[in-house]
Protein backbone atom coordinates (compact mmCIF):
# COMPACT_ATOMS: atom_id res chain seq x y z
CA UNK A 1 0.00 0.00 0.00
CA UNK A 2 1.41 3.72 -1.00
CA UNK A 3 0.53 6.58 -0.03
CA UNK A 4 2.20 10.03 -1.50
CA UNK A 5 0.63 13.93 -0.46
CA UNK A 6 2.24 16.74 -1.37
CA UNK A 7 1.89 19.77 0.41
CA UNK A 8 2.87 23.37 1.45
CA UNK A 9 3.27 25.24 4.54
CA UNK A 10 4.61 28.76 5.44
CA UNK A 11 7.29 28.04 8.20
CA UNK A 12 10.36 30.57 9.55
CA UNK A 13 13.67 29.61 8.09
CA UNK A 14 15.12 28.34 11.10
CA UNK A 15 12.21 25.47 11.58
CA UNK A 16 13.11 24.55 7.76
CA UNK A 17 16.97 24.26 8.87
CA UNK A 18 16.59 22.33 11.51
CA UNK A 19 14.79 19.93 9.34
CA UNK A 20 17.50 20.13 6.53
CA UNK A 21 19.95 19.70 9.62
CA UNK A 22 18.22 16.69 11.21
CA UNK A 23 17.50 15.01 7.66
CA UNK A 24 19.89 16.96 4.98
CA UNK A 25 19.52 13.95 2.54
CA UNK A 26 15.75 14.68 2.51
CA UNK A 27 15.67 17.98 0.58
CA UNK A 28 16.51 19.19 -3.07
CA UNK A 29 19.88 20.62 -3.60
CA UNK A 30 17.74 23.68 -4.68
CA UNK A 31 15.96 24.24 -1.72
CA UNK A 32 18.40 23.32 0.99
CA UNK A 33 21.00 26.04 -0.49
CA UNK A 34 17.80 28.82 -0.28
CA UNK A 35 16.70 26.97 3.04
CA UNK A 36 20.68 27.46 4.47
CA UNK A 37 21.14 30.81 3.21
CA UNK A 38 17.87 32.28 4.77
CA UNK A 39 18.34 34.34 7.70
CA UNK A 40 16.25 32.19 10.62
CA UNK A 41 12.96 34.71 11.03
CA UNK A 42 12.50 34.98 7.29
CA UNK A 43 9.28 33.53 6.02
CA UNK A 44 9.33 30.96 3.04
CA UNK A 45 6.86 28.72 1.97
CA UNK A 46 8.08 25.13 1.77
CA UNK A 47 6.74 22.53 -0.02
CA UNK A 48 6.89 18.69 1.16
CA UNK A 49 5.96 15.45 -0.36
CA UNK A 50 5.01 13.14 2.19
CA UNK A 51 5.79 9.40 1.17
CA UNK A 52 8.08 7.75 3.33
CA UNK A 53 9.45 9.73 4.17
CA UNK A 54 8.97 13.61 3.97
CA UNK A 55 11.20 15.63 2.01
CA UNK A 56 11.37 19.73 0.78
CA UNK A 57 10.76 19.43 -2.96
CA UNK A 58 10.69 23.05 -3.13
CA UNK A 59 11.61 26.39 -0.88
CA UNK A 60 10.58 30.10 -1.71
CA UNK A 61 10.72 33.41 -0.03
CA UNK A 62 7.47 34.97 0.76
CA UNK A 63 7.04 37.60 -1.35
CA UNK A 64 4.64 41.14 -1.07
CA UNK A 65 3.41 39.95 -4.47
CA UNK A 66 2.09 36.60 -2.26
CA UNK A 67 0.28 38.50 0.52
CA UNK A 68 -1.36 40.38 -2.11
CA UNK A 69 -2.62 37.57 -3.91
CA UNK A 70 -3.31 35.71 -0.90
CA UNK A 71 -6.84 36.94 -0.72
CA UNK B 1 14.87 32.47 16.48
CA UNK B 2 12.77 35.92 17.77
CA UNK B 3 9.72 34.60 20.18
CA UNK B 4 7.34 36.86 21.44
CA UNK B 5 4.82 37.28 24.22
CA UNK B 6 1.41 38.74 22.98
CA UNK B 7 -0.81 40.52 25.43
CA UNK B 8 -4.38 38.62 23.79
CA UNK B 9 -4.79 35.73 21.71
CA UNK B 10 -6.62 36.90 18.44
CA UNK B 11 -9.95 35.50 17.42
CA UNK B 12 -11.00 36.54 14.08
CA UNK B 13 -14.42 35.66 11.20
CA UNK B 14 -15.14 35.45 8.21
CA UNK B 15 -16.46 39.09 8.24
CA UNK B 16 -12.79 40.33 9.04
CA UNK B 17 -11.44 38.29 6.66
CA UNK B 18 -13.54 39.47 3.82
CA UNK B 19 -12.95 43.03 5.10
CA UNK B 20 -9.31 42.39 4.29
CA UNK B 21 -9.59 40.56 0.76
CA UNK B 22 -11.64 44.78 -0.01
CA UNK B 23 -8.43 46.48 1.20
CA UNK B 24 -6.48 48.59 -0.71
CA UNK B 25 -2.91 46.87 -1.58
CA UNK B 26 -0.15 48.13 0.60
CA UNK B 27 -2.69 47.78 3.25
CA UNK B 28 -3.70 44.38 2.63
CA UNK B 29 0.15 43.18 2.53
CA UNK B 30 0.67 44.95 5.54
CA UNK B 31 -2.18 43.57 7.27
CA UNK B 32 -1.56 39.54 6.34
CA UNK B 33 2.06 40.15 6.73
CA UNK B 34 1.45 41.38 10.53
CA UNK B 35 -0.62 38.28 11.33
CA UNK B 36 1.42 35.97 9.88
CA UNK B 37 4.08 37.16 12.25
CA UNK B 38 1.93 37.14 15.05
CA UNK B 39 1.14 33.34 14.27
CA UNK B 40 4.43 31.92 13.50
CA UNK B 41 6.43 33.86 16.50
CA UNK B 42 4.62 33.53 19.00
CA UNK B 43 5.69 32.53 21.92
CA UNK B 44 2.84 30.66 24.20
CA UNK B 45 0.92 30.23 20.94
CA UNK B 46 2.92 28.96 17.61
CA UNK B 47 0.96 28.36 14.66
CA UNK B 48 -2.30 29.23 16.78
CA UNK B 49 -2.18 32.71 18.42
CA UNK B 50 -4.64 33.89 15.14
CA UNK B 51 -7.75 31.85 15.32
CA UNK B 52 -10.74 31.52 13.82
CA UNK B 53 -13.75 28.58 13.22
CA UNK B 54 -13.39 25.98 10.99
CA UNK B 55 -17.15 26.62 9.70
CA UNK B 56 -15.85 30.63 8.98
CA UNK B 57 -12.38 29.56 6.57
CA UNK B 58 -14.08 26.75 4.96
CA UNK B 59 -16.60 29.51 3.73
CA UNK B 60 -14.19 31.70 3.28
CA UNK B 61 -12.08 28.79 1.00
CA UNK B 62 -15.41 27.73 -0.64
CA UNK B 63 -16.06 30.93 -1.81
CA UNK B 64 -13.00 32.08 -3.34
CA UNK B 65 -12.15 34.83 -1.09
CA UNK B 66 -9.19 33.23 0.24
CA UNK B 67 -6.73 32.30 -2.67
CA UNK B 68 -3.81 31.53 -1.20
CA UNK B 69 -4.56 28.68 1.49
CA UNK B 70 -0.88 28.55 2.62
CA UNK B 71 -0.54 31.56 3.28
CA UNK B 72 -3.72 32.18 5.05
CA UNK B 73 -3.50 28.68 6.58
CA UNK B 74 -0.06 30.58 8.21
CA UNK B 75 -2.06 33.26 9.44
CA UNK B 76 -4.36 31.78 11.41
CA UNK B 77 -5.42 28.29 13.10
CA UNK B 78 -8.66 26.90 11.70
CA UNK B 79 -9.88 25.52 14.96
CA UNK B 80 -12.45 22.64 14.87
CA UNK B 81 -14.65 23.82 17.83
CA UNK B 82 -16.66 20.61 18.03
CA UNK B 83 -14.20 18.52 18.52
CA UNK B 84 -11.77 20.56 21.30
CA UNK B 85 -15.03 20.88 23.32
CA UNK B 86 -15.41 17.24 23.00
CA UNK B 87 -11.89 16.56 24.23
CA UNK B 88 -12.25 19.02 27.24
CA UNK B 89 -16.24 17.69 27.96
CA UNK B 90 -16.57 14.36 26.02
CA UNK B 91 -20.27 14.04 27.37
CA UNK B 92 -21.16 17.12 25.64
CA UNK B 93 -24.27 17.23 23.25
CA UNK B 94 -23.02 18.35 19.88
CA UNK B 95 -25.92 17.80 18.25
CA UNK B 96 -27.34 20.17 20.45
CA UNK B 97 -24.35 22.60 20.68
CA UNK B 98 -24.09 22.94 16.49
CA UNK B 99 -27.79 23.82 16.62
CA UNK B 100 -26.31 27.59 18.26
CA UNK B 101 -25.79 30.28 16.25
CA UNK B 102 -22.55 30.65 14.70
CA UNK B 103 -22.50 34.01 16.60
CA UNK B 104 -22.56 32.57 20.05
CA UNK B 105 -20.18 29.92 18.60
CA UNK B 106 -17.87 32.56 18.12
CA UNK B 107 -18.16 33.76 21.48
CA UNK B 108 -18.13 30.20 23.19
CA UNK B 109 -14.71 30.12 21.12
CA UNK B 110 -13.62 33.43 21.97
CA UNK B 111 -14.14 32.47 25.91
CA UNK B 112 -12.24 29.03 25.55
CA UNK B 113 -9.23 30.98 24.60
CA UNK B 114 -8.93 32.90 27.56
CA UNK B 115 -8.32 30.18 29.55
CA UNK B 116 -4.76 29.37 28.35
CA UNK B 117 -1.61 32.19 28.49
CA UNK B 118 -2.10 34.75 28.14
CA UNK B 119 -5.84 34.20 29.57
CA UNK B 120 -6.87 37.29 27.70
CA UNK B 121 -8.26 36.93 23.91
CA UNK B 122 -9.58 40.13 21.41
CA UNK B 123 -12.67 38.98 18.78
CA UNK B 124 -11.33 40.99 15.71
CA UNK B 125 -14.76 41.50 13.15
CA UNK B 126 -16.26 44.02 11.02
CA UNK B 127 -18.38 47.03 13.11
CA UNK B 128 -21.24 45.13 11.58
CA UNK B 129 -20.68 41.93 12.29
CA UNK B 130 -19.86 42.97 15.71
CA UNK B 131 -23.34 44.59 16.73
CA UNK B 132 -24.43 40.81 15.67
CA UNK B 133 -22.66 39.55 18.60
CA UNK B 134 -23.24 41.78 21.06
CA UNK B 135 -27.27 43.15 20.59
CA UNK B 136 -29.06 40.08 21.26
CA UNK B 137 -29.21 40.29 24.99
CA UNK B 138 -28.87 36.76 25.44
CA UNK B 139 -25.34 37.25 23.78
CA UNK B 140 -24.53 40.79 25.86
CA UNK B 141 -25.52 38.96 29.35
CA UNK B 142 -22.89 36.22 28.47
CA UNK B 143 -20.62 38.77 27.11
CA UNK B 144 -20.56 40.67 30.49
CA UNK B 145 -19.58 38.04 32.60
CA UNK B 146 -16.75 37.32 30.50
CA UNK B 147 -14.75 40.12 31.25
CA UNK B 148 -11.04 38.97 29.29
CA UNK B 149 -13.01 38.68 26.02
CA UNK B 150 -13.25 41.73 23.76
CA UNK B 151 -14.60 42.67 20.31
CA UNK B 152 -12.74 45.17 18.00
CA UNK B 153 -14.62 46.24 14.90
CA UNK B 154 -11.79 46.42 11.93
CA UNK B 155 -10.12 50.07 12.44
CA UNK B 156 -9.52 48.50 16.52
CA UNK B 157 -8.22 45.57 15.02
CA UNK B 158 -5.90 47.20 12.60
CA UNK B 159 -4.44 49.06 15.87
CA UNK B 160 -3.58 45.80 17.71
CA UNK B 161 -2.46 43.95 14.81
CA UNK B 162 0.40 46.52 14.17
CA UNK B 163 1.50 47.11 17.96
CA UNK B 164 1.97 43.05 17.37
CA UNK B 165 3.87 43.59 15.00
CA UNK B 166 6.50 46.30 16.55
CA UNK B 167 6.33 44.61 19.21
CA UNK B 168 7.95 41.65 17.33
CA UNK B 169 10.13 43.77 15.02
CA UNK B 170 11.43 45.47 18.16
CA UNK B 171 12.39 41.71 19.34
CA UNK B 172 14.20 41.05 16.27
CA UNK B 173 16.05 44.22 16.28
CA UNK B 174 17.82 43.15 19.90
Not at chain 2, 2 to 29: A, E, M, N, P, Q
Not at chain 2, 133 to 156: G, M
Amino acid sequence: MTFELTFSEIELASTAQKFVAFSPDFCTEEAKKLIMSSQGDELMKITKTMASPIKITKAEKVTDEMLANAL
Amino acid sequence: MVKVTYSHRLLIDYDFVKWISTCSGRLKIDIIKWMLRTNKNSKDNTEEQIVILDEDFNKLCAEGIIKDNDIMRGCMFSCDLPSKLRKIAPLIDLGEFNKLPIEFRRLILGTLLTSKPPFQSIFMTTKESKLKHVSPSAYSTFLSRITKLQINNEEEAIIVLREFFTKYSMEHER
